[in-house]
């Protein structure tokens, strides 16, 4: 659906994106991450066409951004950071200006109703956007990208604004119509990117540093898989029962963590998941599990320790396989960075 080959894009004596490449194929939820300044909005903006390349070729649905801008537009709904709405505009009068615009051949009322009904702001289809909260300003935005019903979605930050209960509703949206369109979705709550991205392409200082699954960019990260379970147990029973689960390699008592409970860390066989068997044995015991984490690095530690260096040390980080894999983790959330040029090195 999206093929880039060789963007480049200078400032002045400034390269702001330098030779990036990526295809995205139809259907896909593509997380798109880098930290501010990194080129993301910028690259962003020039799949859209409203920024023009240096060098390089982007071809939307096989139409080149460039030389059939018209026809590769009709294919794109675009949600900047910041909505481009007029706010003396009713919220329908505005999402008939749009479909007007982009010269959409649906019939219009039906049309306008969906879009309306699907981001649940036909209760306030007749106020003044001026009068909206941020959050409903928002949903705005996000109605004005489904305009015409584009095969590619890009959305900038489309949470901005909303509270808890919106967010999770524009989430299970994102997923919604990730099953008919292709959406590239940048955000900087990491959380939310986990919760409904397939795939990670993570850029820094212009460069794409990593294109992957979250899943394999951890086990590339890092070598540690293994679990710790609570659970209401005899200790001495449970650690001999936990042993005998297929899969795995070795289990450690942490002792008693609460009237009557034990935490066992457990170490996987490589490349083995073991959670649903873990579950089964302490079930068929007649004990409660109380917790099942996993030590596998969260999206937020697989970005930081990406982007914590200049790109061609993450690509290496990535491409070295077990030689370059963290046994200990150092970066967690809502704590310091650790120094680790060493490991690096």
């Excluded at 060098?55 to 009709?74: S, W």
């Excluded at 981001?119 to 106020?127: C, P, S």
Aim: with cysteine; hydrophobic share 35%.
């Amino acid at each position: 659906m999206i093929n880039v080959t060789g963007l480049s894009k200078r400032y002045g004596s400034h390269l702001a994106v330098k030779d990036v490449n990526f295809d995205i194929d139809k259907g896909e939820i593509i997380g798109f991450l880098g930290p501010n300044g990194a080129g993301k909005s910028t690259i962003m903006n020039i799949l859209t066409g409203y920024l023009s390349m240096t060098q390089g070729k982007v071809t939307v649905d096989g139409f080149d951004i460039t030389e059939n801008p018209e026809e590769a537009k009709k294919r794109i709904g675009y949600l900047p950071e910041i909505p481009p709405l007029y706010t003396d505009m009713k919220v329908r009068e505005y999402l008939n200006f749009i479909y007007d615009l982009k010269k959409v051949k649906f019939p219009k009322k039906p049309h306008i109703d969906e879009v309306l009904r699907l981001i649940q702001i036909d209760g306030v289809q007749n106020r003044l956007i001026k009068n909206l909260s941020k959050g409903y300003r928002q949903r705005v935005g996000f109605a004005q990208a489904l305009i015409g019903n584009p095969d590619v979605l890009i959305l900038d930050e489309p949470t901005v604004g909303l509270d808890p209960k919106q967010i999770i509703e524009i989430r299970n949206l994102i997923s919604k119509l990730g099953k008919n369109h292709t959406i590239i979705l940048s955000s900087h709550i990491l959380s939310e990117i986990q919760a409904v991205c397939k795939r990670l392409i993570i850029i820094n200082r212009g460069e794409i540093v990593a294109d992957d699954t979250p899943d394999n960019l951890a086990k590339k990260l890092s070598s540690d898989r293994s679990l710790v379970a609570r659970i209401m147990c005899d200790e001495a029973d449970m650690l001999e029962a936990l042993k005998t689960v297929k899969g795995v390699k070795s289990v450690i008592s942490f002792g008693k963590v609460e009237q009557g409970a034990y935490d066992f860390h457990i170490d996987p066989e490589e490349d083995t998941d073991i959670r649903a068997a873990v579950f089964e044995r302490v079930v068929s015991r007649g004990k409660t599990l109380l917790s099942l984490s996993d030590n596998s690095m969260s999206v937020e530690q697989v970005f930081l320790r990406l982007t914590e260096c200049d790109a061609e040390t993450a690509r290496k980080m990535l491409s070295n396989g077990e030689e370059d894999k963290i046994t200990e983790v150092a970066i967690v959330e809502n704590s310091d960075v650790e120094d680790e040029k060493g490991e690096e090195e």
